[in-house]
């Protein structure tokens, strides 16, 4: 997965107020994902402002032009808006690729989030992500990250355990 980046690293980025206007997130971890996407809509619009400038598409149902277009309008009483696009491998190729000149080219108030369970990085739509430095991948943790993980869940919510709770976990 080389140029991917971690999910970690983006949720830095973006608590430090900076965020790419595209990204693809992917991979078999589905908790961390929306874990990560939830704490990116509250970091990029303010709840307040969620009605108006947040919108979810879906792969098998969305036009790639009416994304784009609503991609290029400017946000509602609020700084950002946030477009999610989930199921993007369900997207035809041909249907993918018109999404390729945005992305050349996109919009700095919005940021649009691909999703995809199965990315085909021998597509050029795909390898944009990458080449931008914009792919982060959801992986499933390795068994010595797991521990360090629940440490980590179980005080970012007010709790503190142990080495033995967390491997009884």
Known sequence: MSGDLLPEALLGSLKKGHFAPFYLL???????LERVLSEMKGLLVPESAQDLNLEIFYGD???????ISRACSLPFMAKNRLMIVRRTENFTKERLEKFLPYLERPSESTCLVFISSKPDFKRSFYKAFRAAGRAI???????KEVLPWIKRMAREIGLKIDGQGCAYL
């Open 26 to 32: 992917y991979g078999s971890d589905e908790f961390r």
């Open 61 to 67: 149902e969305a036009d790639p032009g009416e994304i």
């Open 137 to 143: 991948n959801f992986e499933a943790l390795k068994e």
